[in-house]
């Protein structure tokens, strides 16, 4: 199985700074064949389901605000919050699909300074 | 747009069953991948389960291979999970996701618990 570890385990920025929240996984999730980065970023916030935020790594969904960026390769990638908004406090999980089982990082609580 | 309700949750005695079913509106489910992902409270996401748009498909987490049996009626947009042979350790919410490239959405999810 891929493993995927994040850091910070959780992090406390001010209003209006730069949130960093990295993620690695244990085998590269470069697919050779179409040369994508099978990596997702997911925000959950208190008592509601995981919302997808990033995919293909870098690759933003739709309506998410463009504060969000990810990037990365091989095996080391970050989520970058440009400039935290108070909506922004929740936990964030990287996820690779890559491979079955689709196995998600440990998550990293961001919160308000 | 994209509804997914999940049900069938509540509390089951080890060693019991249930049936999770997830509604899906607002897409073409029959033309989709569909997951359950698990979530114990407080902790984090575990994928358990996923099924082809046909049905035809699935694959399992080590945890509940042989236990667990996904499926799908593309007729009724249904998705279900029997549960069988349910430790206390299945305790999760249990969470129905469509997959477009990755996990794009998420129903509200179901609880279960296994307690006597």
């Known amino acids: 199985d891929i493993v995927m570890t994040q850091s910070p385990d959780s992090l406390a920025v001010s209003l209006g700074e730069r949130a960093t929240i990295n993620c690695k996984s244990s085998q590269s999730v470069l697919s050779s064949s179409n040369n994508k980065i099978y990596l997702a970023w997911y925000q959950q916030k208190a008592g509601q389901p995981p919302k997808l935020l990033i995919y293909w790594a870098s690759t933003r969904e739709s309506g998410v605000p463009d504060r969000f960026s990810g990037s990365g390769s091989g095996t080391d990638f970050t989520l970058t919050i440009s400039s935290l908004q108070a909506e922004d406090v929740a936990l964030y999980y990287c996820q690779q699909y890559y491979t079955s089982p689709y196995t998600f990082g440990p998550g990293t609580k961001v919160d308000i300074k | 747009e994209v509804q997914l309700v999940e049900s069938g949750g509540g509390l089951v005695q080890p060693g019991g069953s249930l049936r999770l079913s997830c509604v899906a509106s607002?897409?073409?489910?029959?033309?989709?991948?569909m997951h359950w992902v698990r979530q114990v409270p407080g902790k984090g996401l575990v994928w358990v389960s996923h099924v082809n748009s046909a049905g035809t498909t699935t694959t399992y987490a080590d945890s509940v291979k042989g236990r667990f049996t996904i499926s799908r009626d593309n007729a009724k947009n249904t998705l279900y999970l029997q549960m069988n042979s349910l430790r206390a350790e299945d305790t999760a919410v249990y969470y129905c996701v469509r997959e477009k490239w990755t996990f794009d959405y998420w129903g509200q999810g179901t609880l279960v618990t296994v307690s006597s």
């Open positions: 607002g897409f073409a489910f029959s033309t989709y991948w």
